[in-house]
């Protein structure tokens, strides 16, 4: 039976607004579909883990734009949009829009911790599908898809995991294998300075042969790493190194759908679910385990999912549970995440264009691009111009629409406006043409900028 959730005067608010989004001028994506439209998620006609249900979609008489309006997301919304238009200290500041929002209302609200869920079962089953793996696991955050992989992966101490040196698993996730799973790290730094290679690594594996030295279990790669894609060629190369000696391989692979989407563009294809399935199946099949981050550049609030097989997969749920991280009801989590993967994947190309245009625009103004833009992230130094990063900081914090940095790494993603990029680039020249020789002299002789988690 057809419930209806939206009372007539809800409806008149629903209406799509005759609103630009600050990303609009660039991103022309189509309107958005009807909700009454049955979606992968929410046709809810779907066999969960614990029951069988059938149910038929929800359907509001509405259909918000894809976007942010005042009557919908309220004046407090559109003015934080504003500021996320021109912020480029990451992805993560994305924000659910009206219609992702509304979508989400008519997800199932039953107790995924029994099972009962739909919405986040289908979910599941899509994402491990387009992963081309047999599992996944819906999970708040990143961080703990990766800390449940270790521990899922890790039976018994001793052990050891082989990590890039500047990875977010190494760096930035509170010594979690150390904490969670007892594992030592070792870290290694690229001799390519990009990404780690099978030569790398193997000089480094600890095979058990020397008492004193935990044995090599795990290895962790992440793609993208500083906006650089990891060939799939090299990870393969790696998988067979990691197979010849019992050790699995695992991916955090929190912008592993910018990588797909850089994969798409480079064979012609259409950015659509087809694409998607074929490509991310193809990047991660060389890995045991992969975590997908669907809170970054996709634009869903939070979550990530954990794929691979369903054994692991089986082990990391009961682990999720002992971590407190078990969802009750989480379909309306579940929606917009399944709506941010059909609606703002395909955007994905797009800030990747944008970020290239961005990288271009810096160096012939002078700037020293310091790493390949092969998706949405720029690594810059205006150290050439004799501009300090503080300096040019300082200086987009106060522009009558201010321009927020947070280190020499500028994120590009789908709300992101062009005029900001025209805007920092054209300070970044008034600044520079506004340098003493002493100021440039003093600025040169610093420490180059680098790559790296700020």
Not at 127 to 151: D, F, H, P, Q, Y
Not at 414 to 421: E, G, I, N
């Amino acid at each position: 039976m057809t419930t209806r959730l939206v009372s007539a005067s809800l409806r008149r608010t629903l209406r799509p607004q005759a609103i630009v989004s600050p990303a609009q001028t660039l991103f022309t994506p189509s309107p958005a579909p009807r909700l009454a439209t049955r979606s992968p998620v929410l046709g809810l006609g779907t066999t969960n883990r614990a029951m069988s249900t059938t149910a038929q979609p929800l359907r509001p008489a509405a259909d918000p734009a894809d976007d942010i309006t005042e009557s919908y997301g309220g004046a407090a919304n559109v003015a934080h949009l504003r500021r996320v238009a021109r912020d480029f200290r990451t992805d993560t500041i994305t924000m659910p829009t009206d219609a992702q929002v509304a979508y989400a209302a008519q997800a199932s609200r039953g107790d995924d911790v029994e099972g009962e869920d739909p919405t986040t079962t289908a979910l599941e089953e899509r994402i491990a599908r387009l992963a081309g793996k047999e599992a996944a696991l819906l999970c708040l955050s990143a961080t703990m898809c990766n800390a449940l992989a270790v521990r899922s992966h890790l039976m018994q101490p001793p052990h050891s995991i082989i990590v890039d040196a500047r990875a977010h698993t190494f760096k930035n996730e509170v010594g979690g294998a150390a904490l969670f799973s007892q594992a030592t790290s070792h870290a290694l730094t690229p001799r390519n300075g990009l990404y780690l290679v099978r030569e790398d690594i193997e000089e480094r594996l600890e095979l058990g042969n020397d008492v004193h030295i935990a044995p090599t279990r795990l290895i962790m790669l992440e793609d993208t790493l500083n906006g650089v894609v990891v060939p799939t060629e090299e990870v393969e190369r790696i998988a067979a190194l990691a197979g010849e000696h019992g050790i699995l391989l695992h991916v955090d692979g929190a912008r592993v759908w910018n990588s797909a989407a850089a994969a798409i563009e480079r064979s012609g294809g259409v950015q659509d679910d087809a694409a998607l399935g074929t490509a991310l199946a193809s990047i991660l099949a060389p890995y045991s385990t992969a975590s997908l981050c669907l809170s970054k550049g996709l634009g869903a609030p939070l979550g990530s999912a954990l794929v691979g097989p369903k054994n692991v997969i089986d082990r990391a749920r009961w682990f999720r549970k002992a971590f407190g991280g078990a969802w009750r009801q989480s379909g309306h989590v579940a929606a917009q995440a399944d709506w941010a993967i059909t609606h703002h994947f395909p955007r994905l190309a797009q800030t990747h264009k944008l970020a290239r245009r961005l990288a271009d625009e810096l160096r012939a103004a002078g700037c020293t691009i310091l790493a390949p833009v092969d998706t949405n992230m720029v690594f810059f130094d205006a150290a050439p111009l004799g501009l300090s990063f503080n300096k040019l900081k300082a200086a987009l914090a106060v522009l009558d629409e201010p321009i927020t940095l947070g280190s020499n790494r500028l994120v590009v993603h789908h709300q992101t406006s062009p005029k900001a990029v025209a805007d920092l680039v054209e300070t970044i020249k008034s600044l520079a043409g506004s340098v003493s020789e002493e100021e440039k002299a003093k600025v040169r002789s610093q420490k180059p900028a680098e790559l790296g988690y700020r």
